[in-house]
């Protein structure tokens, strides 16, 4: 009976399921956490007007799906379904309850649902986000309005500045003319045995000086001006750049010999365009650790360069003078072909600090002090040197400032009226002693640790006026450049031993870069918006990272190239490529003497230091095709002392043997014999010592 009962009410569900157009539901087992009483199910017309949102499998109505009926009610609902639901998950909807409705706790929202207070898009409207869409895409890449008919072309080429921190140097020549962009000098390494500076190698200038119309200086620092008395000692170009620069520039030439090179001085006033050749530059001001840094606009024939040389975005400079933001923003809408970009800080993700907190830093450690106070910077950094100046006079302190490139700036700084402070609170060096060491500030050079500099003269005990005391407060504001590490170190070791209190880098802000980081390089690549880019100013992962930032900030990624010194990009509207490499690479510099020192030579010397010297001296008989007494042998840097016995003896018998097999043959002229001699000792160092030293062989033949 029971098996009877079942089958009736399986034909009529599925009877009923046929007559709704639906396939047929197959037989369930009943559940019996299904609630068949439901206290909050909805009255019929409820149901009915709803028959539209939902499918009909809400808990409410699971009961019903074991004996339903046709309801002549639920037309409506049987006509949608027969209209467009008719299809497989819905079937399947209809056998069996839905899942999501039971984790909901209700069955309001099955599948068919239609969105409530819908707005009406109407034709008008469909423009009006069309137009909008447009704008905002010309916005973002408005380098779109480049003509990309023009045939016009440049050429970029990096001397100096890219692979290293420092001697920053570049060339941007069209196809009638060339600027150069920065002269600057780096550091030398350890290895570079008596070598002070380096300067790039000028030899790609050589090669295009009839297209060179000038040079175009950006800003005042050593790694940008450094190089200029050594490039005008072979070239002579009108220079263009801002007072101070070229003030500076001036300086170096008195030193050099070139003062009358003065003439080619071209003065520039900020947001008005020169003409050089075909193009026009217009320097435009930003922030740095120097008075008056400028990037660079360049309009060329193939369309509009920025370059921004050293940069940060400094809000709240000591001099009141805000970075020129809305010329970046005014080209950028014009369209930018290519940017060229200060990479040094892109690995420092925020912002960079404003100056201004180094001297609330300073007010700090002014009022810590309690005897003299000797504060060491960039001698270059005014800025800097300005705010020590400012907390000396509050303090009733007398300034001195020692060290010559310290002394030169100041007062070329002060002659054009950035260092406003007067003479009455000045002292000489040998005045010092004169005042109380509360009532004395001292400023100087010497941050990096250079050993000709002062404040390394006055560690060391050698400065003949200022001797170091315990009650002194020596202030580094400054880092350490890369590659100077181990020279600011040697001076901290030597300031510690002298028993003063060393300020450094325990106080976060008593030094800040003067280089862009990671949120202010990518306003300037959103400012501009240039469609290629070219980082520069940096080793190589510097440029790599903000090759990175670019790519974050909107720039086709093959819009970017990653350049090192002597490659040349060629840019177009059309096109980015490196097209070939020039010579590049740097000369070495002795300050002492301002010479030139040739590359073998630094080669001769590090090969010294790294493997010794041998020299020999020998007589040898012709007739007899023997050694004429013992020879003599002299070692430096190869074996300790101890072993120059020992080791002379080796080599009289290496001698001895190499003559008997020379003397079948008969005993040649004394140069090919201190060639055999060369080429015998030192196979027999490399086989004994693992050492490659100087060999130096000196034959006498009688």
């Known amino acids: 009976m029971e098996n009877s009962k079942t089958q009736n009410e399986n034909s009529q569900n599925q009877g009923q399921k046929t007559q709704e157009g ?75 309850p839905n899942s999501n409705a039971n984790r909901n706790g209700g069955g309001n929202k ?29 916005r973002m890449a408005p380098w779109k309005q480049i003509d990309l008919n023009s045939k016009g072309k440049v050429r970029f080429t990096p001397l100096g500045g890219l692979g290293e921190i420092g001697g920053n140097m570049a060339v941007l020549e069209t196809e009638t003319t060339a600027i150069v962009i920065d002269v600057g000098m780096s550091f030398p390494d350890e290895t570079m045995h008596g070598v002070d500076i380096l300067v790039p190698d000028f030899s790609y200038l050589h090669t295009i000086k009839d297209k060179i119309k000038g040079i175009v200086i950006t800003h005042g620092h050593e790694d940008h001006i450094g190089a200029m008395p050594y490039l005008f000692k072979e070239l002579k170009f009108p220079v263009y750049g801002t007072p101070l620069a070229l003030a500076m520039i001036e300086n170096k030439f008195n030193e050099h010999g070139l003062k009358a090179d003065a003439k080619y001085f071209r003065f520039i006033t900020k947001r008005k365009q020169y003409e050089i050749g075909d ?60 940017l060229f970009s200060d990479s040094t800080n892109s690995h420092n993700p925020g912002f960079t600090k404003s100056e201004t907190v180094v001297g609330k830093t300073f007010d700090q450690l002014f009022e810590m002090a309690k005897g003299r106070v000797i504060m060491s910077t960039f001698s270059s950094n005014v800025h800097r040197i300005f705010q020590a100046m400012q907390r000396g006079v509050k303090h009733n302190r007398k300034i001195c400032v020692i060290g010559r490139s310290m002394e030169r700036n100041v007062e070329t700084n002060r002659a054009l009226g950035y260092v406003d402070i007067d003479d009455r609170h000045f002292i000489e060096v040998h005045e010092v002693p004169k005042y109380a060491d509360h009532e004395v500030l001292i400023v100087t050079t010497g941050s990096q640790g250079e050993t000709m500099a002062a404040l390394n003269r ?58 862009a980081a990671q949120e202010e390089q990518k306003l300037i690549l959103r400012l501009v918006q240039p469609k290629f880019f070219l980082p520069v100013h940096g080793e190589y992962n510097h440029i790599a990272k903000h090759a990175r930032t670019a790519v974050e900030c909107g720039v086709d990624e093959r819009n970017i ?6 490659d040349q990009v060629e840019i177009t509207p059309k096109y980015l490529k490196k097209v070939k490499t020039v010579k590049s690479g740097k000369t070495y510099i002795d300050n002492q003497n301002n010479m030139t020192i040739e590359n073998d030579v630094v080669l001769d010397r590090q090969k010294l230091a790294e493997d010794g010297i041998v020299t020999i001296v020998a007589q040898v008989s012709q007739s007899e095709g023997r050694l004429v007494g013992k020879p ?19 080599i009289e018998h ?31 160092v490399v086989r004994t010592k693992k050492r490659y030293p100087l060999i130096i062989p000196t034959v006498f033949v009688i």
């Not at 140069?671 to 080429?679: A, F, L, M, P, Q």
Request: net charge positive.
């Open 561 to 566: 190239l990653l350049m090192s010194d002597g």
């Open 22 to 96: 639906s396939k047929p539901q197959r037989n369930r087992r009943p559940n019996p956490h299904r609630q068949h009483n439901n206290p909050n199910r909805q009255p019929q017309e409820n149901r009915e007007n709803k028959n539209t949102e939902a499918s009909g499998n809400n808990n409410g109505n699971r009961n019903r799906n074991r004996n339903r009926k046709p309801n002549p009610n639920r037309q409506g609902g049987q006509q949608q379904r027969q209209e467009g639901q008719n299809n497989r998950n819905q079937g399947q909807n209809n056998r069996k």
């Open 458 to 515: 006055m560690a060391s005990d050698e400065h003949r006026h200022i001797k170091l005391k315990p009650s002194d407060t020596v202030i580094i504001s400054a880092s350490a450049i890369p590659g100077n590490e181990a020279s600011v170190s040697k001076l901290m070791n030597l300031l510690m031993k002298a028993g003063v209190t060393v300020r450094y880098k325990e106080f976060s802000d008593i030094h800040v870069s003067g280089h």
């Open 110 to 138: 099955g599948r068919g649902n239609k969105r409530k207070n819908v707005t009406t898009v109407n034709d008008t409207m469909r423009a009006s986000i069309e137009e909008n869409r447009r704008v905002q895409e010309a």
């Open 632 to 650: 003599v042998v002299y070692t430096h840097g190869l074996v300790p002392d101890k072993e120059d016995k020992k080791f002379a003896k080796e």
């Open 654 to 684: 290496l001698l001895e043997t190499m003559l008997l097999n020379m003397k079948a043959k008969g005993i040649p002229e004394h140069t090919v014999i201190e060639d055999e001699i060369r080429s015998a000792v030192r196979k027999h």
């Open 279 to 338: 193009m026009k530059i217009e320097w435009i001001h930003n922030t740095h650790s120097i008075i008056d840094a400028c990037s660079l606009a360049i309009e060329t024939p193939a369309g509009i360069l920025m370059h921004t040389a050293d940069f940060k975005i400094d809000h709240t400079p000591v001099d009141g003078y805000t970075m020129d933001l809305r010329r970046y923003a005014h080209y950028g809408e014009k369209g930018v072909l290519c």
